[in-house]
């Protein structure tokens, strides 16, 4: 039996709230979109997200729920939980294939896809990530106001320490054996010994050092390496910023026509890496859905 071909205006790859507001926005002018979600968000593993306006402390299941609920009152959006395993061009379009054999072509692409964390590799720290582990002060600082918070990598220090000083009652620094860089002014405690593993313990973390002592911290901030989550920037050959983010303009539009791109996976080239918040993620979800009606309302006359 041949795959089923179904078509769309707008498909939308991805079910975060960059790919969640370009659907509302899109639903809004009633334009038809489906939205494809294979369920693994950058925040997967945060109980309470921060910074929020409206929604500080709220779980983001709850927002990607609410915001899923409040699109089903637009009946030319449809959301599906199934992974896009591949997309091409065609027919001036865009021909996407599903993991369930089935494929959408679509005239338009949103790419919302995200991007995940490489952690460095220290013991401990997967399982505490995105609780007890962090990258982003906004996030997740105040939680641990007035405690002593650990920063992991001497390369991230200076700019970490500026951040969590005036939160942190004292700041750790685990240099894993690297050279703090100049920009460094000190005000930490520092720790040199390379970290042998971390571990919860007394409602924190306990750091344990190949020698020397262990010490006690609330919380570790650490900075990440951003990777794509989708094949599908390399696949269709969309330019990059040196982030490894996706370059795109004021209006979401990538290098290859037709393509705009929103959320942590794409940014403007002045800027050094992704604005990574929901509500970046979700400001820059509009304005790739309103890029794309933009397109096919000209492509229309
Ligand atoms: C530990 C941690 C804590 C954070 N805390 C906060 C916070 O408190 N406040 C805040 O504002 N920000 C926070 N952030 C940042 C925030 O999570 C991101 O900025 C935001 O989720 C980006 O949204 P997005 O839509 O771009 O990507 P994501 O939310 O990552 O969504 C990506 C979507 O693409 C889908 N997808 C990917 N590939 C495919 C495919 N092949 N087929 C189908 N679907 C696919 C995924 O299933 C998912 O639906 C945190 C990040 C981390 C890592």
């Not at 919860?200 to 750091?207: A, E, L, P, Q, T």
């Not at 262990?214 to 989708?230: C, G, H, K, M, N």
């Not at 037709?258 to 990574?276: K, N, R, T």
Request: with cysteine; charged share 20%; net charge negative.
């Amino acid at each position: 039996m041949s795959p089923t071909t179904l078509h769309t205006d707008v498909a939308i790859i991805g079910g975060g709230p960059a790919g969640l507001q370009a659907a509302l926005t899109l639903g809004r002018i009633h334009r038809d979109a489906v939205l494809f979600d294979n369920g693994t968000y950058r925040n997967a593993g945060v109980a309470h997200m921060h910074n929020v306006l409206t929604h500080d402390g709220t779980a983001p299941s709850e927002f990607r729920a609410t915001a899923r609920d409040q699109l089903a009152a637009y009946d030319t959006i449809s959301v599906r939980d199934v992974a896009v395993t591949d997309v091409v061009q065609a027919d001036g379009g865009f021909r996407l294939v599903l993991a369930d054999d089935s494929v959408l072509t679509a005239e338009v692409l949103i790419l919302a896809t995200g991007v995940r964390d490489e952690l460095p590799a220290v013991d401990g720290l997967d399982d505490l990530w995105g609780d007890l582990a962090a990258h982003c002060p906004f996030c997740h600082g105040h939680e641990f106001s007035g405690r002593r918070i650990g920063i992991l990598g001497a390369a991230a220090a200076p700019h970490l320490s500026a951040l969590l000083g005036p939160i942190a009652s004292e700041l750790l620094v685990l240099t894993q054996g690297e050279d703090l860089p100049e920009a460094w002014s000190g005000g930490a405690m520092v720790r040199d010994e390379k970290v042998l593993g971390l571990e919860r313990h007394d409602g924190g973390i306990r750091v344990r050092f190949t020698e020397g002592s262990d010490e006690q911290v609330a919380a570790i901030f650490v900075s990440t390496a951003l990777r794509q989550s989708a094949p599908f920037a390399e696949r269709l050959g969309l330019e990059l910023n040196p982030s490894g983010c996706v370059r795109i303009d004021e209006l979401g539009r990538s290098s290859l026509p037709g393509v705009y791109c929103g959320g942590d996976m794409a940014h403007l080239p002045a800027h050094p890496m992704p604005m990574a918040s929901v509500i970046m993620a979700a400001a820059a979800g509009q304005l790739a859905a309103s890029g794309a009606q933009m397109q096919l309302m000209s492509a229309a006359h």
